[in-house]
């Protein structure tokens, strides 16, 4: 029993449950599981999958996947994506900067957090709209970190008044230091990922106590149709060597970078999710990972990304399925 005054991690409601009463809304079967599985096992192993990084090509090769040097092409074997998926941690803890805003991702327990990024915004004193600054940043974190119904902080702006091939640096410091939540970024690359371990090695109070609670996570995104192009290798890789959460997450829009049809745009987003928690593995087995998906359906008509539409939903409660099946905490973007 947790000693008096002791803070607890937060644990949410559930959803998605099979119930006897109630509402449950389950999207997919068992048996419509398994084909989704099998047709990703299928992809992975037959038509592979484009890896930019040479590192990240090795360690598949090392992992036992038949790798073609010429064509970057990394064909996995079934067993070696099963291992991973087993071996990836079915519960991941997201440490805040204040311990009361620690939250645990499990089963079915369901979290809130603000979306990333805004790339406008509306000055809250001349109504203008303008792209943000560092400040609206600033900003934006004591925002986040107010709200009670926000359980942890992504980044919601990006800033335009900083020197752009350092802003992922800005973008961290701005959070890090005006939240006492826990904070989620894209590093842009490793490079920047080891920069911003070291910002949160700073305010834990140094390289010991990051460890036993990392205050941040990171967030990166193969490009669709099957692809990890060397950012996102380089993120997923040095996410893995330092221990930290890595949300690998797929952006594939159906009719667009990804098959028409929901099943097929299913089967092409997971193969590019488990293709990376499958290389998360191979750098360091139990590496916690989350399964991510910002995917939906492309408008036909503007060539744009459909948000706030059945095609949507139906996608993400599918992928949160997928999630459960595999045992893995889910990120799933909102409507």
Known sequence: MPKRG?????????AGRQLSTGLSLNILTDDELDEIHYGTLEVLNETGIFVEDETALDRFEEGGAVVNRDTKIVKIPPYVVEDAIRSAPSKVVLHGRDPKHDI????????????SEGVMVNDPYTGENRPPVKKDLVDSAKVIDYLEEMD???????AHDVNQETVP???AEAYLTNTTKHCAFGPGNGKFLKKIIQMGEAIAGGVKEFKKRPLVSFTTCPVSPLKLISDCCEIIMEAARNNVVCNILSMAMAGGTSPVTLAGT?????????????????????TPVIYGSSTTAMDLKLASASVGTPECAVISGAVARLARYYALP????GQ
Not at 6 to 14: A, C, D, S, T, V
Not at 104 to 115: D, P
Not at 270 to 282: P, Y
């Open 104 to 115: 645990v991702l499990e089963s079915t327990r369901v979290y809130f957090t603000n979306f």
């Open 169 to 171: 640096l800005h973008n």
């Open 266 to 286: 299913l089967v092409n987003h997971n193969a590019e999710v488990l293709s990376g928690i499958t290389l998360a593995q191979l750098i360091r087995k139990g």
């Open 330 to 333: 889910s990120y799933v973007a």
């Open 6 to 14: 002791e803070n607890l991690m937060k644990r949410n409601f559930h």
């Open 152 to 158: 942890f902080c992504e980044k919601a702006l990006g």
